[in-house]
């Protein structure tokens, strides 16, 4: 699905946010707050678009999605931006090996996004940071409203006009519809072994700004690796987040 989409995505992607897209994109690089000759890592990176805007700041960029057809769009975009084709959930980087890990917009995208948010922690340095730029829930009953009567009626005519795949952008409905609230995510971070999680809504709501850093003490960073190898209680909902190193 996401091939088909790759060559018109970044433009229906900013009619549909009005816009905002761009606004999105530099909150979230300025909550990374990357210092020139950092490596960050941009998972579920699409054509790097957002890759892109971090590279901007000087750091080395690594640009992982899951799509080779976003790959291929984005290698051809983008030449200075190293794109490597890999999953969230088994990322092909040795452990520690970045300054900083962010995700726009396709957490939600990925089967098992708490293995994932795992991965994100195993292959960010000690003291790193995570941003994570995600769809959410507006609070005020006012705007969740108006949003629902967007996706509803709005998103439909617009995708019709500029997307060749419109059932594409039907799941991307049916995505953010089900993708949990804020202080859920909050809670996978901290269950990745992340701590100092926080976040705060973007334009009502509708977006959020997760962040949250890789714990650098030594006993603590112990305690979450005994905790993530412990199999799930057959009594909780949540995953058991293995460690993986392929390297």
Request: include cysteine; glycine fraction near 8%.
């Amino acid at each position: 699905m996401f091939d088909q989409v790759a060559s018109g995505y970044d433009r229906t992607n900013a009619l549909l946010s009005g816009g905002n897209s761009l606004l999105w994109r530099l909150a979230t690089v300025k909550a990374l707050n990357l210092q020139p000759g950092e490596r960050v890592l941009d998972v579920a990176a699409g054509t790097g678009t957002s890759s892109k805007a971090l590279l901007k700041t000087g750091a080395e960029v690594v640009a992982v999605d899951f799509s080779p057809g976003m790959v291929k769009e984005g290698r051809r975009r983008h030449s200075d931006i190293d794109f490597v084709e890999g999953d969230a959930e088994a990322l092909p980087f040795p452990a520690a090996s970045f300054d900083a890990v962010t995700v726009s917009f396709g957490l939600r995208n990925v089967s098992n996004p708490q293995v994932a948010l795992g991965e994100m922690y195993r292959v960010v340095k000690p003291g790193g940071r995570l941003v994570i730029c995600e769809f959410s829930h507006p609070p005020a009953p006012l705007i969740r409203a108006g949003y629902q009567g967007y996706m509803k009626y709005v998103m439909p005519a617009v995708t019709a006009l500029s997307s060749s795949h419109r059932e594409a952008y039907r799941y991307l409905m049916e995505s953010i519809s089900d993708w949990p609230e804020q202080p859920v995510l909050s809670q996978w971070m901290r269950a990745a072994g992340f701590t100092r999680v926080a976040y705060r809504n973007l334009t009502g709501g509708i977006v959020a700004l997760h962040r949250a850093k890789s714990p650098e003490d030594s006993k603590v960073r112990e305690s979450v690796g005994k905790r993530r190898e412990r199999p799930a209680s057959p009594s909780t909902t949540s995953t058991s987040i293995p460690l993986q190193d392929p390297s």
